[in-house]
């Protein structure tokens, strides 16, 4: 028998495999990466949503600040973003990733003077339920609401 004979009668026997995948592992393969997807997306986009509230927290601090410097200055809290340091002719103005929208409200007149800034989630932040809103006043009061308008100050701002 030549080499040719003998390779070709092997095949015929069941002898050596051709490498590769058959459909049944492929479609374990397709279920695993599924159930992980599953369990890794949520986790994930959750993780996201809570880094992201630390940009609300520190713009609203920051205009607090500044409007404490303001009203050294002035005797009274801005009601207009270009007094303390920010571009843009009234409020409200996204935040630096575009994530919160933020107001500020200072009566005029107000006697003691006053203020509360408030972050509101917008865009793809919007759907973070546990920090829809963050608040800070003139006092340094910092209270937060989720989306069902109840306080949540303590997971938010985390105190």
């Excluded at 092997?10 to 599924?34: C, D, K, N, Q, Y």
């Excluded at 107000?110 to 006092?139: E, H």
Aim: aromatic letters at 8%.
């Amino acid at each position: 028998m030549t080499d040719r004979t003998l390779f070709l009668a092997s095949h015929r026997m069941g002898g050596p495999r051709m490498g590769g995948f058959t459909l049944i592992e492929l479609m374990i393969a397709v279920v695993i990466v599924a159930i992980i997807a599953a369990i890794a997306l949520p986790a994930y986009t959750q993780q996201t949503q809570k880094a992201r509230r630390a940009e609300a927290r520190n713009a609203l601090l920051d205009i607090a600040g500044r409007e404490e410097r303001f009203l050294s200055v002035a005797n009274a809290y801005s009601q207009l973003p270009t007094d303390v340091g920010y571009a843009g002719a009234a409020w409200p103005l996204n935040s630096s990733n575009g994530y919160y929208s933020i107001t500020v409200t200072a009566p005029a007149g107000a006697n003691p003077p006053s203020f509360t800034i408030t972050a509101t989630a917008i865009g793809t932040q919007a759907n973070d339920a546990q920090c829809a809103s963050f608040t800070v006043d003139q006092t340094g009061a910092q209270t937060a609401l989720n989306s069902a308008a109840a306080l949540n100050s303590a997971t938010c701002w985390g105190v």
